[in-house]
């Protein structure tokens, strides 16, 4: 027993150094909250978090179990992957830390949806990729393919709000109780 699991530690290591010894620059692909130290794949906004701005430079540094080191303005965090653990690290990481800068992408989008991805808030119109940078991406334990009509997620541990995709593959509608629309929707 204790050599299996000294067996998977060691390929877990092996492949969290691997991956651990090739850094990159990028942007942050979405609006994402952190304590200061750690930032979850559940982006909740419970706990006074702060958010991050999508396209924030952000330099990954390495790896960890189940987390992504990232450093942002100068600070060292974490990426938690915590709700995510289907995807493995590098492919969690290239998620979250974009080699393309999304600001031209926002800057281009109507000012109704721009205004939006600014305030980490959802409108209706918006596409797949600008709802994944306004409130970040579902967790994939919940929701395992991105072309899914209903995106769920999580404010905190109790709001939840669901963004439902028509077949032009833009948000129709959000689906919450009153409270958290009045946080996650841009009316």
Not at 15 to 20: I, L, N, Q, R, V
Not at 36 to 52: F, L, R, T, V
Not at 153 to 164: G, K
Request: net charge positive.
């Amino acid at each position: 027993m204790f050599a299996r699991l000294a067996l998977v530690a060691l390929g877990v290591a092996a492949t969290a150094s691997a991956f651990g010894q090739t850094p990159y620059e990028g942007f942050l692909c979405c609006n994402m909250r952190t304590d200061g130290s750690w930032i979850s794949d559940s982006n909740y906004a419970e706990g006074g978090k702060q958010i991050i701005p999508v396209g924030t430079p952000t330099k990954v540094t390495g790896t960890g179990r189940y987390r992504v080191h990232v450093e942002i303005n100068g600070k060292r965090q974490a990426l938690g992957n915590d709700y995510s653990r289907d995807l493995n690290l590098e492919v969690f990481a290239k998620r979250y830390v974009v080699t393309e800068d999304p600001k031209p992408k926002i800057a281009s989008s109507p000012p109704k949806i721009r205004d939006a991805i600014n305030s980490a808030r959802v409108t209706k119109g918006m596409n797949r990729e600008q709802v994944l940078m306004a409130v970040g991406y579902p967790m994939s334990s919940e929701n395992p393919h991105l072309d899914s009509k209903v995106w769920r997620f999580w404010l905190s541990s109790f709001a939840e709000f669901q963004v439902l995709f028509g077949d032009d593959g833009r948000v129709k509608d959000v689906t919450t109780d009153p409270q958290t629309r009045n946080i996650v929707v841009l009316d």
